[in-house]
């Protein structure tokens, strides 16, 4: 039924004596592929993760590998008769074994005297450090070398927790592509749990949203920031400015002009009223107060970050309460005060709860 | 401070690299620590002194006659069974009660400690008064696990507390099954810890004396004491005492060596999950009882008698009113001692941590060798010295202090170490650059931060002065009785009734401190699992 490597999560549920911390969750991770699970902290995240490890087990539901049930909340399988591949946050080294010895822990004798344990690690390029203690290596290290551990035994499933999260920015960007690099070469199917939806977005073929203890949606990054299911969420995949607009054939009407509609979907027959998102990449700004298309307004604030700016824009005479937010080239970046007139490219998708901005 | 003013930057670069590396040692610490030093090695000098007075021949007629090798058989096999059982114990009821669903699991741990409050030969008194025909190997060995397992058990909790969960998860990931992740992941974590309980327990079996004598059973302590109090044959007391000093290097030296090779280091900080607790089930019944019985026998029979010895009071011989007399004796003395001892880690631990060099941590490295010495040993080396150089000195109270002093430095060294880490020399510097002189900073800054440590450290002196029996038979001066030895007096008299009040005394004296590391022992593992 199912290819070696896909993983499947449904109706999974999980509480501690007070609380539920999982409620009817469903996950689908394909085979080979590399998956997101985003949520702040406290919504599940990493109960889901140890659910599927088997550190946990469900109290309902069932997790499923390979198409073998792992836990439908009566059957359990051992952790270590699972064949899943596990890398905890900063990476759990065991402190007393040198990196050979980690990366080699879950072999044999006989495939650690082998060629697997060398080649694991000019994998991950620690061979010249085979022999430093874990103590010894800087935080990237560390995370390599648990990765190599984790896949010395060919897992056909890997879980990553938060494993980027405490190392330092500079070389956070660095470890992630080095890591992500490495896991598309291998093929083995991933589920990487994180906070940072930036993170999310870039590394993974699939995010999966967790809130509250339910996946609330799931699908490709750009389906995800492009058609969030509502506005919370929205605002939590970055910056996003909420208009309200007329729906009607595929099309929203809003005070920045007519604007496709995302998938061409909710083809409603007669217009209703809805709040569609317009992220700020999507806004363009001019100087001056010609008397073409768009809406006018006057720049209130800018954040210029270099590569580029973020513009506050006070819209003039618009029921809008808030003022609209446009991503704009640094070299374009404009000076407070500047009149300017904005208009909208790409297409929007209608979200619900537009109330809470 | 001249350069400081120089308008060159580089200079005061200088300065504050020459401030920061090289500190110049104030005169009077290099003195008192060396002073310390020298106190250390006093008893043991003297110890070879009068062991070879009569030649190197005739002290290896001593050393190699059959009596040393009976002695030698008696002392290691008990090390080795009771070692390993005091392990086994140890671990197995910090597992229960720290990873298991076990209920009133700080109940178990505070009763489980509380037994370290009890001296062992009060232990040993218990059992005997209740069956006098106790004695021998496996009576020695059941008396000492039960006395000293709390050893293994306290550092085997706090180790289990601080094994990072994590690693025992990622350990299952890669295949191993519950029990091999215990053995070859979460042991091997605790191990440092579990090593340091099994080392004072060694030291602890090698120091013992009164117990044995009660159940008697011959040990080096044993010998070494009838050796000096009944055959007056100092000589052969100090040569015996050599060979006891060396089995207690060798145990400190081979803890060091089995803990330096595998020495953990912490990594990652971040905040870590609290271990998952094993569901007992079925078994929750025969683990309690498992429990009950271990603090029925380790505190419930010593506790027992002596309250049963207590009611029933001497039927012969009336507690005398002398017991209040005693217990003053011994308080004068053991403050005496922990003021001395508490004074004399200050300069050790101050050149130590804020001086580093070869010579500051030889000398502290001395401060605790104490703790690899007997009682018995420390005293023969003193009167031995005073005997010779000090006569005035000889069963004197201020030799009776300094010994004392000299054998609890370790417990002084290590309480004047943790204060002295809560008054990072960053705030005497901060202290200094605004304005104040180093007298001022040190009274004014570092001995409020110090003060409730170097109380911890006076009063763990002062108790285990309080219980000390050794030392103080040997030492005493003419006339004059602590709880202890009145207590010694008593049950070798067979008058367990009149002994009973002045041991009850001394337990409850010496159950404060093992309350309170209880306490803490229970607070340490609540605070990881809120």
């Given at each position: 039924m199912s290819?070696?490597?896909?993983?499947?999560?449904a109706d999974l549920w999980k509480g501690y004596s007070s609380t539920e911390v999982l409620r009817s969750v469903d996950l689908d991770v394909a085979p080979g592929s590399l998956s997101a699970v985003l949520g702040l902290s406290g919504c599940g995240k990493t109960t889901l993760l140890r659910?599927?490890?088997?550190?946990?087990?469900a109290q309902r539901g069932r997790?499923?590998?390979?198409?073998?049930?792992?836990?439908?909340?009566?059957?359990?399988?051992?952790?270590e008769r699972r064949g899943i591949g596990y890398v905890p946050q900063e990476g759990a080294l065991f402190p007393h074994l040198d990196v050979r010895a980690n990366v080699g822990f879950g072999l044999s004798r006989a495939e650690r005297r082998g060629a697997t344990v060398g080649e694991l690690l000019e994998m991950v390029g620690l061979s010249a450090l085979a022999r430093r203690m874990p103590h010894e290596l800087s935080g990237g290290e560390q995370q390599r070398a648990a990765l190599a551990r984790a896949l010395a035994r060919r897992p056909a499933l890997l879980l990553l927790d938060e494993p980027f999260s405490s190392l330092d920015a500079t070389l956070r960007g660095a470890v992630r592509e080095e890591v992500s690099a490495l896991l598309r070469r291998q093929g083995t199917t991933t589920v990487l749990v994180t906070h940072d939806q930036e993170e999310a977005l870039s590394l993974a073929d699939s995010v999966a949203v967790l809130r509250d203890g339910t996946i609330i949606q799931q699908g490709s990054p750009a389906d995800i920031y492009g058609a969030p299911t509502d506005a919370r969420l929205a605002g939590f995949l970055g910056e996003a400015n909420l208009m309200e607009a007329v729906?009607?054939?595929?099309?929203?009407?809003?005070?920045?002009g007519t604007l496709e509609l995302r998938g061409g979907a909710s083809r409603a027959p007669s217009s209703v009223q809805g709040i569609v998102v317009v992220r700020p990449e999507q806004l363009r700004v001019r100087a001056g107060t010609d008397g073409g298309e768009g809406l006018r307004g006057r720049v209130e604030q800018c954040r210029y970050y270099g590569h580029d700016a973020l513009l506050s824009i006070h819209p003039e005479d618009s029921p809008l309460a808030s003022p609209l937010l446009a991503r704009v080239h640094g070299e374009e970046a404009l000076a407070v005060g500047t009149d300017v007139v904005v208009t909208a490219t790409g297409t929007v998708s209608a979200v619900d709860g537009g109330a809470s901005r | 401070m001249s350069t400081l003013a120089s308008p060159a930057p580089r200079a005061s670069n200088r300065w504050t690299r020459a401030w920061a590396g090289r500190r110049r040692l104030p005169l009077a610490t290099v003195l008192g620590a060396t002073l310390v030093g020298a106190l250390v090695l006093l008893p043991l000098v003297f110890l070879v002194v009068e062991a070879q007075q009569s030649g190197w021949s005739e002290m290896e007629r001593l050393l190699f006659r059959h009596n040393t090798a009976v002695l030698l058989w008696n002392t290691l096999r008990l090390v080795v069974a009771s070692t390993s059982l005091c392990l086994l114990i140890g671990v197995g009821a910090a597992w229960c009660v720290e990873r298991t669903t076990i209920p009133g699991r700080r109940l178990w741990t505070v009763l489980l400690v509380l037994?370290?409050?009890?001296?062992?030969?009060?232990?040993?008194?218990?059992?005997?008064?209740?069956?006098?025909?106790?004695?021998?190997?496996l009576a020695a060995v059941m008396v000492m696990t039960l006395s000293l397992y709390p050893l293994v058990f306290l550092p085997a909790v706090a180790g289990l507390a601080g094994v990072d969960p994590a690693l025992e998860e990622v350990a299952r990931s890669l295949g191993m099954g519950p029990w091999k992740v215990f053995f070859r992941v979460t042991l091997r974590q605790m191990l440092p810890a579990v090593l340091g309980g099994c080392l004072l327990v060694t030291l602890g079996l090698l120091a013992e004396f009164g117990a044995f004598e009660i159940l008697q059973y011959q040990t080096f302590t044993v010998a070494i004491f009838t050796e000096f109090k009944l055959g007056f044959d100092a000589a052969a007391a100090c040569a015996l005492s050599l060979v006891l000093v060396a089995l207690g290097v060798a145990a400190l030296v081979g803890e060091?060596?089995?803990?330096g090779r595998g020495r953990l280091e912490r990594i990652g900080s971040g905040a870590r999950r609290n271990a998952p607790k094993v569901a007992l089930g079925a078994l929750t019944l025969p683990v309690l009882a498992g429990l009950l019985a271990l603090a029925a026998l380790a505190l419930g029979v010593p506790v027992g008698a002596l309250a049963y010895w207590s009611i029933r009071?001497?039927?012969t011989t009336l507690p005398s009113a002398s017991i209040l007399t005693d217990a003053a004796h011994t308080a004068e003395l053991s403050a005496a001692a922990a003021a001395l001892s508490t004074a004399l880690a200050i300069p050790v631990t101050i050149a130590a941590m804020r001086y580093r060099n070869r010579l500051t941590m030889t000398i502290e490295r001395l401060a605790l060798l104490p703790q690899a010495l007997p009682g018995l040993v420390v005293a023969l080396g003193l009167v031995s010295f005073s005997v010779r150089y000090a006569l005035p000195l000889y069963q004197s109270a201020l030799e009776l202090v300094v010994a004392y002093a000299i054998l609890f430095l370790p417990l002084a060294v290590v309480g004047v170490r943790a204060a002295l880490a809560l008054a990072p020399v960053r705030l005497e510097e901060v202290a200094r650059s605004l304005g104040r002189r180093p007298a001022s900073v040190w009274l004014t800054v570092t001995l409020p931060l110090i003060a409730p440590g170097l109380g911890v450290a006076f009063l763990l002196v002062f108790i285990s002065s309080c219980t000390e029996l050794t030392a103080t038979l040997l030492l005493r001066p003419t006339g004059i009785n602590t709880l202890a030895t009145q207590f010694w007096v008593y049950t070798t008299d067979f008058s367990y009734g009149a002994a009973a009040p002045y041991a009850a005394l001394i337990v409850a004296i010496s159950a404060v401190p093992a309350y309170l590391l209880s306490r803490r022992m229970a607070g340490i593992s609540r605070t990881m699992r809120p």
């Open positions: 290819q070696t490597g896909a993983l499947e999560v659910v599927i490890a088997g550190f946990e087990r997790v499923a590998l390979s198409g073998q049930v792992l836990d439908d909340g009566r059957n359990y399988i051992a952790p729906l009607e054939n595929g099309q929203a009407r809003t005070s920045l | 037994p370290l409050g009890i001296p062992d030969f009060v232990v040993g008194f218990g059992w005997v008064s209740i069956d006098h025909g106790l004695h021998g190997y060091l060596a089995l803990v009071g001497g039927s």
